[in-house]
């Protein structure tokens, strides 16, 4: 049986690529059976590949046929295969459109070279490995989030009142008698607050069944 795992790499930047090449194909755990700039060149090569790979490290934005809809393509050739997708968005919408096509992680292309080894290694144990601001998000999905009105003060309530109705900072803050500043300040503690990071997040939140509207 080889002592090392056969592992593709499928990344269409190329300079991007030689670097996972460079570094992850002269580790003494991984043999590097197959590097390709898309889905579609990896499928085409797969059958000139020294073995089959046992883990393939995607990147998610490839020309043609995406990384996502790549897991599905790639485990329906590879069976036992692991996919893992690296790329540099972390919208919880692709995050969960990536585990849901199946790959097993999902790493930031930010991610160190090391540490993309480690996660590979990772999967090789069992684990799903996820980049630390990916793994919030996962948090974030599943921990309830408290109601605005548990969280919030009565001043906030009534700054993201004023903010709802369309009125602007400048309005906003001579209906409450403050400097645009200090709304500013507000709204940065109650976007830390309900773990929001946009006005339409925040409204959302405030509209839903959570916030009593």
């Known amino acids: 049986m080889p002592s090392t795992t056969a592992l593709a790499i499928i ?22 059976v197959l590097v390709a700039g898309s889905v579609e060149e990896f499928l085409d090569r797969l059958p000139t590949a020294t073995r089959p790979p046992r883990l393939v490290l995607s990147d998610i934005g490839l020309p043609g046929m995406t990384g996502i809809e790549g897991v599905t ?23 969960f459109q990536a585990l849901c096509a199946g790959a097993v992680g999902y790493l930031l292309k930010s991610t160190m070279l090391r540490d ?22 996962i948090v974030r999905h599943f921990r309830p989030l408290p109601a605005p009105a548990e969280v919030l003060t009565a001043r906030e309530l009534q700054l993201v009142q004023a903010i709802e109705e369309g009125l602007s900072y400048r309005l906003v803050a001579e209906r409450l008698g403050i400097s645009i500043n200090t709304v500013r300040t507000f709204i940065r503690r109650i976007y830390d607050k309900l773990q929001v990071n946009s006005k339409a997040e925040l409204l959302a939140r405030h509209r839903g069944p959570a916030g009593g509207q």
Do not use: N, W
Not at 17 to 29: D, F, G, I, K
Not at 83 to 92: G, K, M, Q, R
């Open 11 to 32: 990344e269409d930047d190329a300079s991007i690529r030689q670097s996972y090449v460079t570094y992850l194909c002269a580790q003494p755990e991984f043999d590097c």
């Open 73 to 95: 393509r790639i485990r329906r050739v590879l069976p036992k295969a692991e996919v893992v997708l690296i790329t540099v968005f972390a919208e919880p919408e692709r995050l």
């Open 116 to 137: 993309v080894k480690a996660g590979l290694l990772e999967v090789l144990d069992g684990g799903s490995p996820m980049s630390p601001a990916i793994a919030r998000h």
